[in-house]
């Protein structure tokens, strides 16, 4: 029977006879066994849905039966045949017809059968598909919409029907009571006729008083019904309907202006470009408009359908419906998944178009037409990017003022959320592509290609600008200066550094990339980063102090070539430390992420992936979490809503982690959470490293063959679960323990590698120990372990002499070698990559830590995953330390609770010694003061405005000016923490006190905007006015060649200013070439298409630079007011922090890069001198004084 299914016995017995006897069909089939290729032949018999199989054909007892309704039968081929046997035996069995019957649900393996002769099986096919009710079921499902269908019909009617039945009930008491009053009016009638009678005869007095009291009865009862619709036009309910329909009227005359800008953007762009691309020489081809426009035509026809129902609904105004409409255009919508989703691939497709002289004439040829009024191409393909986030705020606006007792209130709220879901799977297919379309536009940017980019696997971390020292011989540094210029010019290079792989080019004067020819692009499996040089290396002693202890190294060890080393200068000490916490992320992430696959591959039936797999808190949405489609860097996928309590799961899950989560959480952490919630679960999944791996996990990782002792460690009861501390080591000690100054990841082999997986080792940057080294610097003898590979080889030769050298590649097979040279062959001795990886960083320099000697730490997975959890709290520490140093500064007790943390880890006595390295440099980082003191602060600025006497206009040229405003405009930008850009604080009441430094920079902004127009202003004849305007475009376009856009939009944003723009007889004056330059500087800093022109400028230029901070505010603001911190079941919206986040990092990334501008105090005064400043009331006065206006 098939399973969770029972019958009464007897009841199954009859239904068997009857199938003997009245079958469908009955005969001899082959069944396959559980066992593999075992056939079994039994007498079959199908009655009605129930196939029964007996022994025999005169078996009266069935042996089985299975139930055939919603299964489905199909033929399979016949399984291939060994060569042993006559070959007449294996034609037979070739011949016979084999098929499988499959059933519709879950649990129940599928019956595979066989027969003699094809006709007969396929008579069985029928009859099993017959018996499976297939047809009927289809019918079922298509009857069972109908009735569904015709029920609703009629409850429809019922409802029209009570209706009706209500309104003639109404209809019939009002014709009563009409009744009734006519009755009334004409018994009236009889009793005033004797009174008309004789109204003639009445006195003329009387007949006036009847009069004014029939107007004062008329005038009251005027003047109650007037309170009354007052009363009513005053109700909050009369109110909420006004704003419902002018919330309609406007939302009409918007879909009004938008099928207009799709009528141009179709009739004014594409159809002309449809004809151009057929003439005889096109500008354009057909691929090429496809790829521009998209779907945007079906876009205009669906809106312009919906357009025209909204146009009849006001046509029955006051009472407006709208949510039939809104039902009709819902299922339509999904067109614009195509278009946003390829939005970016269009607008790149056009600017390569735009490079063809002919096509960029043509296309300003239909920009210039009268009904773009300005607007260029771009403009009108991004129209269609906004309009579902305005149908959702217009639908939220509109059920704000609806009643709950409205007739469409329902069914406007099922349209809402169905935009919020088609909203959301957009942005999840929009986030899914962003990291490609980046990885795409770098390597497009790069003349000769970058193969390694088009894997959907790279994520992007940071670029900048670092200088690359010459080559390196024999380890010594060759003797060149920083302050060189010609190192400067030409070792300067465009770094770009992904989770895989650590991009190094040169751009060239056309704004392209190129690779370098050697150690253009290193793989990070092969690098090892080395973060400070060895005290002990004199070279490396002059080399810090030449450079400033800007410098860092990587060394590059590729398996089919020469290692080389690459020294990288970084220009600042902040960006040092941004740009090796980045890559040592990254590195170890690699190690992790392999160092975990080993141990839970190692003498296991279990791989990581099924182990992630069979882990549902990781893939399936939950109460207290819900995934989206994309997936990270370690394919898990993305987290869009979830509980702070699941994401501080996935901050210290030992299994993976993804840099991107971890800079998306360290950015926005205290939206949701605080810093002491983060530390104190850091501080415990040091201590308790098995509560971070789910019992599911844990089970599948001690589930091994090989070894059975970790079967006691699921119930908690383990000694070892908990670390263990004891004293302080020596100084002595701790000071042999740490010998290692490089931290070295030597990932030669594929991660995916059964065996072989990883090989980690820990190389210094001095020689390695010998043989002959002194006793105190070598191993105990009982400690020394050597790795070999099972062929006898040349890396087993190297690794018997040297314990702490790699070589070029990882040996397959592993085992531990006792010192007297015997191998051992116990499978208790085997040793996995990831513990050759404890054993030889624990042999580099010392003896082996108390508490585990080699053995245990050999097949001891405790001790390989209690090292990964402390990896994970000391690489997250060094993250929140090195990036996010003002979240120490301004939290003393936080400080102190994380150097606690520290300290507590040193006193671990099983710490490795890059681990031990490690806790002390985030020591060494935590408890040192500023580290950018030789930069301006904001503070020393405003000292320089109150010294004495500054330079005037005239006596500073406009590289001096463009230098200075460029030097105060990057600090300025620079000092603005990075919380202030949380929480929208700029737009709130009390914005001073929440962003001071924020408001600091739109003040400064404005006042330097207010010194370039009172400058002008300052001029009574027109040449020094002319003369002072071109002067300032000088220097625009001077900070536009340093990258400072801030400072360009400042002189633009003045000279725009009415004051100034109505002057036409001093811009008479102006120069064509000015009026160009100045043209071109406006296009640039540009707010059409969000910003576009300066967004593509800032990614194709290298830092430093001072973008436009009202850009990113603008960004932000439009993340927080469209979507909620919280959902409504109280879950973290993550999905909004990681695109907070990301506009964060990017605003970081140019704040880290400095300016190597030198101050200049009286220009910087005259910059910052308020006394030059005149208010926009009296430059407007200026300007009329100047030149008044024309009579009209």
Known sequence: MQKSVR?????????????????????????????????????????QNVLFYFEGEQSGRPAGMYLLEGCSCERTPAPPRTSVGPAGARDALDKQYYFTVLFGHEGQKPLELRCEEEKAGKEWMEAIHQASYADILIEREVLMQKYIHLVQIVETEKIAANQLRHQLEDQDTEIERLKSEIVALNKTKERMRPYHSHQEDEDPDIKKIKKVQSFMRGWLCRRKW????????????????????????????????????????????????????????????????????????TIMFLHEIFHQGLKARLANWPTLILADLFDILLPMLNIYQEFVRNHQYSLQVLANCKQNRDFDKLLKQYEANPACEGRMLETFLTYPMFQIPRYIITLHELLAHTPHEHVERKSLEFAKSKLEELSRVMHDEVSDTENI???????????????????????????????????VERGKLSKVRLGSLSLKKEGERQCFLFTKHFLICTRSSGGKLHLLKTGGVLSLIECTLIEEPDASDDDSKGSGHMFGHLDFKIVVEPPDAASFTVVLLAPSRQEKAAWMSDISQCVDNIRCNGLMTVVFEENSKVTVPHMIKSDARLHKDDTDICFSKTLNSCKVPQIRYASVERLLERLTDLRFLSIDFLNTFLHTYRIFTTATVVLAKLSDIYKRPFTSIPVRSLELFFATSQNSRGDHLVDGKSPRLCRKFSSPPPLAASRTSSPVRARKLSLTSSLNSRIGALDLTTSSSSSCPT??????????????????????????????????????????????RQPGGQVADSPHCSVSPASAFAIATAAAGHGSPPGFNNTERTCDKEFIIRRTATNRVLNVLRHWVSKHAQDFELNNELKMNVLNLLEEVLRDPDLLPQERKATANILRALSQDDQDDIHLKLEDIIQMADC????????LSAMELAEQITLLDHIVFRSIPYEEFLGQGWMKLDKSERTPYIMKTSQHFNEMSNLVASQIMNYADISSRANAIEKWVAVADICRCLH????????????????????????????????????????????????????????????????????YLTDLAFIEEGTPNFTEEGLVNFSKMRMISHIIREIRQFQQTAYRIDQQPKVIQYLLDKALIIDEDTLYELSLKIEPRLPA
């Open 948 to 955: 004495p006497k500054a330079e005037c206009f005239e006596s």
């Open 771 to 816: 043989a002959t080294q002194s006793p105190a610097a070598s191993p105990p003898p009982h400690t020394a372990a050597v790795l070999e590979s099972a062929p006898a080889d040349r890396a087993g030769d190297s690794a018997e002499l040297s314990p702490c050298r790699s070589s070029p590649s990882t040996p397959r097979h592993l085992r531990y």
């Open 1044 to 1111: 400072n856009y801030n400072g360009v939009l400042e002189i633009t944003s003045a000279l725009n200013r009415s004051a100034i723009y109505r002057l036409k007889k001093t811009w008479a004056k102006v120069s064509k070439q000015t009026k160009a330059l100045m043209e071109k500087l406006q296009k640039t800093v540009s707010s059409e298409g969000r910003f576009k022109n300066l967004r593509e400028t800032l990614k194709n230029c290298n830092p430093p630079a001072v973008p436009y901070l009202g850009m």
């Open 226 to 297: 007037k309170t009354i619709v007052q009363d009513y036009i005053c109700s909050p309910h009369a109110e909420s309907m006004r704003k419902r329909n002018q919330i309609v009227f406007t939302m009409v005359e918007a879909e009004s202006e938008y099928v207009h800008q799709l009528y141009i953007l179709v009739n004014g762009f594409l159809r002309p470009l449809r004809m151009a691309a057929s003439s005889k020489k096109p500008p354009i081809s057909h691929d090429d408009v496809s790829s521009i426009f998209l779907n945007s035509e």
């Open 7 to 47: 019958y009464n016995e007897g009841h199954a017995l009859y239904l068997a006879f009857l199938a003997r006897k009245e079958g469908t069909k009955r005969g001899f089939l082959s069944k396959k066994a559980a066992e593999a290729s075992r056939w079994h032949e039994k007498w079959f018999a199908l009655y």
């Open 437 to 471: 379309r980046k990885n795409l536009a770098i390597e497009r940017m790069i003349v000769e290609g970058c193969d390694i980019l088009l894997d959907t696997s790279q994520t992007f971390i940071r670029q900048g600008s670092l200088i690359q020292v010459p080559s």
